[in-house]
């Protein structure tokens, strides 16, 4: 079933925040911090107060209730007081009648701000013991002993940068007060129930007096999330000023000030076998956080959970520390430290693969995980399809057959090299904050046969509304087209996890299904006692009631009616809270996950070794969705994950200034577009596979892919290496100034 | 005051001409459906088509980024939006989007929609190959285009048996079912429009093209006066004349790529202008624009500097003077221009016999990007195959768009790997790149050598090849 808001989006007439037309809105605007540590000694907002068309300028001292919006730990004041941390921190909200006056006027703040010293370096952060939360270790077998054992022993250090979202619709919220101190906030927001809380929060007001509405997203991908300050801001000037305010981040100013996926660095070291076993690993972790703990903390356990990607490590060491630099608070992007976690183990595996002066897809195929193995945190697997989706990839494109002609194709070839590469996903579905686990759904059935399902998902093109709305229909025995998905609110839905870790739809579906078949019991009753019928050989499937499986003589707007008329209740809501999971984050031990996505790709690039530039050439993507609810939607989710992960690996930089701005505008930060996407890229779901553990048998699909981006790196890194071994393998991502450098600087 | 249709309304408004039509269909028309997502045109989602008038009594329907188009150079025109197209119930175009799944999070598909509805309109060509350079400017970052590009193939499937010739395109696609009925009585309609006299004051800024006027400085253009190259027909015309072409100073990138005398004579030049910004740019950018902004990396100086053009340049009093181009750029965004003065037109001479020309450029992205590095160069061998002239220009390597000087002790060599070689190494030794966001200065410098070298490869391989 295709997403049922397309029709919209075509015409048009899909409505964002910024659409919502509201006579007489006025426009926030933040003037922020332009030092990336300092003491304010002296803040001047008399000039910007008295420009034409400002109807307010706050600070700090107008913030009604918390001056707070850190999202885990309270280390994020909405706005600035005496210091400042990162180069973009709000100090000021700039309220004026248009957004052209409200911008004008910022600029007439002045902030007097002693500089002080600031890092930029997450390496230089950890040795100073600048860091957010502990260092988290994770010891499992003996790897001490293992590394004396093995054959090969591959180490080394490597990096990976930060990727912006650049979703389209920017952060953006409008706030609507309403009467007995309620306000009303239509919010591009992933995060409901935090957002909710974090607004009430800072206008000192019960939650009962907030309202949160969320229609869709123009993307996410993460990075509305955790961030609550363009949600906040304009809520505190509707809340004081009672009249309705508008905040919309303009392009650069999002790119400039809002959190990005977090840069890494790492410390590796892989021990293999003569026959190329994994037997130890250790991996230390640096990850580049900004100035506050936003979501990084739990970013940082994925990556920690992730480092042994599809292989067996029977011994390991992981440290990981959440490196507080002086710039924007990092956050989530899909993916969530999961691509960072498997980017260390493809890249040791690579190193190891040199070293033993083998095909590295052997040895990557040898150590894939299987059932029955533990993984470092004490899991014991089972329904591993890591293999089964690599045989089926190799049924498809023979790896073998491939990396012979990119051989050939190399022999023969000095100003153009091939490159290869393949890469196995093994991607843990659940969050790894164990609260936010669980998802509620309200169906109400009205009088007409219509249904309405709210849950606490948000759609953002993934799709998640139609997958709801086909859950609710199948469940209930309604037509779909019966069934209608509301918007995202809080007074229908209290405290929602945010939608993201790609639960959207296993949480929201399975309450969902919890609601519609307590209904559906209630209904089937009542519908074989209007018909005398023993209830067991009634059934309700696509509006049709039947007895016995032959049609009756009652509508499903029939049964509706009479149900109601009959009293018998027509709403119902449900709870779900996936089940048996744990964690113990003293021992590092549990079952953080209720299950695992895998999925294998193979990636093969043209790179050009006169210019430094490449060409995607090839993508073929084996993905395990298990029975999927949409082929439609999970193939374009497949599709836009594994090219944003191209992105990641490939051409999106970040360049920062040696005072900690972000110096990359719109003008330079570049992502994929149409050309740049390789003409074959054909993604094969894998048949026959099942999950008992969510939704109609299905699995998530939002994040794992992302990860096969980064067999483009990896691929042109092998293209690379082919030409030359006498410097060390440059950084992900792989840009072509980085590329070309490899290549042409002298060592 | 100015008047257009947009959509399917006359529009007369006393707006200031500065402002961007963006704004104006969002704010003034209140219509949500076109989005902004960058106002730098760089992601296409504020994609509108603009029909102008011909001479003939068509109407010519280009798509453009209407975030860095001012509507006073709209004045008479027809602007369609994603809500003028109503289809029964959906528009060809707008259907196959949904049938290939083409749209995710929805707010880069209207963008999309009118990308694909001006190819349909506008296109020479309607190949698969043409459609999706004509959504070269359309970043979509939920889909990983494979969708989209499928929707592109079967839309060209669809029209594979459309009328192309343009004077029958807009009834053939109103058959086809690419734009409503209306669209019809639209060219009659638009003569009909009442045209306000257009009095610029003395000081008032030259717009050609504005699409990066629009991103520098749309605060003050929007309290200034203005007035528009497009609105001078008289410049808009390209033409063999003798052995020079000559381009009007009005006539944009994307009408220069496409003229029948441009792909005769300089098909390369044709093919490598697709690597200058987008369709939805290159379809209101100007070359004579390009020029005189003077970023030491345009593409359009890079090129014509090599291909040895010169300017001509008049005064208001109509007072004429021709500047070779290579004379016209004096220091980092300074030229040999007046206040009041404008480029009119750019000749350029056709290859003498014996002449090769090549373009490389290396960008961060191949599409839609600034280069880090380009090059061209103009090669002339003689009837012993050695060099007779050579001209090399290089962007990206100091403050202007730079003719590489001296390079008279090459004449007489063999265009061969060792004077390949050499002059790679006088062309690098002649660069002074800077560290930006373009990239580092050794990277810079190194690859310029490095393009120099490809430039004679390529040349070596197109001439084995033929």
Redo the contacts between chains.
Sequence with gaps: MKNEDMNMHVRGASRFVDDIPVPGCLHAVLFTSPVARGSIRALDISKAAAAPGVVAVYTHRDVPGLNQVGHVLKDQPLLAIDSVEYIGQPIAIVVGDTQRNAQRAVKLITADIEKLEAVFDPREAAAKGLIHGAKRVLVNGDPDAAFAKCKYVAQGWLSSGPQEHFYFETQRALAEPGEHDTIKVHASSQSPGAFHRHIAEVLGIPMHKVELDIRRLGGGFGGKESTAVWMAAPAMAAFILKRPVKLVLDRNEDIATSGKRHAYEYDYKIGLDADGRILAYEIDLFQHAGACADISLAVLGRSFLHVTGSYNVPNIRITAVSCRTNIPPNNAFRGFGVPQGTFSIEAALERAAELMGKDVEAIKRRNLLRDGDVLPYGVKLEGVNAERCWEALDKKVNIAARRAAVAEYNKTHTSTKRGLSVVPVCFGISFAQMALNQATALVNIYVDGSVSVSTGAVEMGQGVNTKIRLVAARTLGAAVDRVRVDTTNTSRIPNASPTSASTGADLNGMATKFACEKLYARLRAFAAKQLEADPATVAIRDGVISVCGKPADLTWEKLAAAAQWARVDMSEHAFYATPNLHYDNQAERGRPFAYYSYGTSLTEVLVDCVRGTYTIEALDVVQDVGESLSAEIDLGQIQGAVVQGIGWATMEQIRYGADGRVLTGVNAYKVPDIKFVPQRFDVTLLKDSSNPYAICNSKAIGEPPFIHGLGAYFAILGALRGVRKDKPAPGLPLTPEKVFMYLHEPV | MLSFILNQRVVRTDERPGMVLLEYIRGVA???????????G??G?CTVLVGRPRPDGGVDYRACASCLLPIGDVDGCHIV???G?IGE??TL???L??EN?A????????GI?LSLTGFCLGSPALSYEEA?NA??G????????????NAARALCEKLAKADTDPALRLASMTASGVVPEYFRAIPAQLARLHADPRPAGKDAVLVAGGTDLF?QRP?QLLESDLCFLSDRRDLDYVHVDGDVLRAGGAVTIEEFRRSAVVRRYFPDVARDLLRHSSTILRNKATLTGNIVNASPIGDAAIILLALDARLVIVNAGGARREVPLSKFFLGYKKKNIACGEIVSEIIIPLLPAGSRYHF?K?????????A?VNTALRLTTGPDGTITDIRVSAGGVGPVPMLIAGLEKFHGRKPDAATAEALGQAVEAAARPIDD????A??KK??LG??V??HF?SLAAAGAAA
């Design positions: 209140c219509l949500s459906g076109t989005k902004e997502a960058c106002r730098e760089e992601c989602a939006t994603v809500e197209l119930p959906l175009v707008q259907r989007i949904v799944n749209s995710q999070c929805g707010f880069c598909t209207p929609v999706v959504l070269d359309n970043i979509c970052r939920c889909t990983g285009y494979v969708a989209i590009r991103v605060d490389e290396v960008s961060n992205r191949a599409t839609l990007d600034i880090a966001i373009r990239g580092s050794a990277y190194l690859l490095q393009l070298r490809a490869a």
